[in-house]
């Protein structure tokens, strides 16, 4: 997630930082059948960078297991955080399935998408 509103900051914009990964809340869509599995990554994000790839299977955030979150908004609220703190991913690698632990640092980057006609 890039931005939320909140009435509290001066512009009615939080900042949420980004990490580049695009997860589905509906699970039939990822690789695994999971909702943990990332879809997608954002070219150029600082997940790109690091080498995440479709279908990796996200293992802990920051130390916390994914095994136990029960849905996608729970895994979307972990990966969260201020734009410039770094965050820890723990990843079955989709490619030989061995597990890797990357610390990435989340950007601050909109972009835009576009939507067929």
Do not use: W
């Amino acid at each position: 997630m890039i931005c939320s509103t909140d009435a509290a900051s001066p512009n009615g914009i939080e900042e949420r930082g980004f990490v580049g990964v695009v997860i589905s809340n509906a699970p039939k869509q990822a690789p695994t059948g999971d909702f943990r599995s990332i879809l997608s990554v954002i070219p150029e994000s600082a997940a790109a960078e690091a080498g995440i790839r479709p279908g990796d299977y996200i293992l802990s955030v920051d130390g916390q297991s994914t095994a136990g979150m029960k849905s996608y908004a729970e895994l979307l609220h972990a990966l969260q955080g201020a734009p410039g703190t770094r965050i820890r991913l723990e990843l079955k690698r989709i490619e030989g399935g061995r597990i890797e632990t990357l610390t990435i640092t989340r950007g601050k980057q909109l972009f835009s998408v576009d939507f067929p006609k």
